[in-house]
C-alpha cells in the first residue's frame, strides 16, 4: 500500500475511515447516545437498541457502574477512540459498497456499531461537551446530541488526523479487492495499537469502567484483523496479513467464536 507509511507513522495519533453513510461522531460526543444503546428514539424519549447491537452484560455494566476520576488525557482517549471506532465503521461500509465483501458489512453492522455506542454512552456518563472538555479536538466540532449513528454524516470527524487517516484509507482501498482487504488489516493494527496506549492510561489512573470498554474494543478488533486474515488468504494471499511485514501480528488472540466474520 503506497502510503503504508503514513499510516504508521501516525499509529500514536490514531485512525479515521469511510464516507457516504450517515454515523455519529464520538467525539463530538456530547453528542451521543443514550444509556440503554444506539437505536432508535421511542415517543417517551427511550431508545431501543438496533436489533444484534446490544453490548455484552459485562460491558453495560461498566457502564452503569461508578464513575472513575478523569483526567484531560483520558478524556481525550474516550474522544478519539470515539472517532477511531466511527473511522472503522465508516470504511468498511465504504469498501463494502465497493466490493462487496462480506467481511466488511459483518464487521460494520454488528461490530464496529456496538464499538461505536459503547464509547459514546461513556461519554454520556460523564457529562462531556466536545466544544469544551476535549482538547485533541482540532477541527470544528459536530455536535451531535443524542443522535443515532444512522443520521451522522459518513468521513466526517473532529480531529484532523483522523480525517486525513480516512481520506487516504478510502483511496487505498478502492484500488482492489486485495487493497481493501489490506487497509482492514491496517485499520485493525492501528486501532489495537491505539487502545494498548489507552488502556494503559485508564490503567495508571484506575478508571475500570473505561478498562472494561476498552478491552471490549480491543477483543473485537483482534478478531477483526483475523477475519481480514482469513479472508486475504481466500483470495490466494497465502500469508494473510502477514503479506507485509509491518502488518504482521501473529501473537494477536484468536477468538475461535467469531473467526472469519468479525463479530464482537
Request: with cysteine.
Amino acid at each position: 500500500m503506497k502510503n503504508i507509511w503514513i499510516v504508521l507513522s501516525i499509529l500514536n495519533i490514531g485512525s479515521m475511515y469511510m464516507k457516504n453513510r450517515k454515523i455519529l461522531s464520538l467525539v463530538a460526543v456530547s453528542t451521543l447516545m443514550l444509556l440503554n444503546g444506539c437505536g432508535s428514539s421511542d415517543s417517551d424519549g427511550s431508545t431501543t437498541p438496533v436489533a444484534g447491537t446490544e453490548l455484552p452484560l459485562e460491558v453495560r455494566a461498566a457502564i452503569d457502574g461508578p464513575t472513575s476520576a478523569l483526567s484531560q488525557e483520558l478524556a481525550n482517549a474516550l474522544s478519539f477512540m470515539g472517532n477511531e471506532e466511527r473511522l472503522a465503521y465508516d470504511v468498511y461500509n465504504y469498501l463494502y459498497a465497493k466490493f462487496g465483501t462480506q467481511q466488511f458489512t459483518n464487521i460494520a453492522t454488528k461490530s464496529e456499531y456496538k464499538h461505536i455506542s459503547a464509547v459514546q454512552q461513556l461519554v454520556q456518563k460523564y457529562k462531556l461537551d466536545d466544544t469544551i472538555d476535549f482538547t485533541n479536538v482540532d477541527l470544528p466540532s459536530l455536535g451531535y446530541i443524542n443522535a443515532p449513528i444512522e443520521s451522522m454524516q459518513a468521513g466526517v470527524y473532529d480531529i484532523s488526523a483522523i480525517q486525513a487517516l480516512y481520506d487516504d484509507l478510502t483511496v487505498q482501498g478502492s484500488e482492489s479487492e486485495i487493497d481493501a482487504l489490506k487497509v482492514g488489516c491496517t485499520v485493525e493494527v492501528v486501532d489495537i495499537t491505539d487502545l494498548d496506549r489507552e488502556i494503559a492510561i485508564a490503567e495508571d489512573e484506575n478508571a475500570t469502567d473505561i478498562v472494561t470498554v476498552f478491552n471490549f474494543l480491543r477483543d473485537g478488533s483482534y478478531n477483526h484483523y483475523w477475519a481480514f486474515d482469513k479472508a486475504l488468504k481466500n483470495q490466494g494471499m497465502i500469508d494473510g496479513c502477514c503479506t507485509w511485514s509491518e502488518l504482521c501480528h501473529p501473537e494477536y488472540p484468536q477468538n475461535e467464536q467469531g473467526m472469519g466474520k468479525g463479530h464482537r
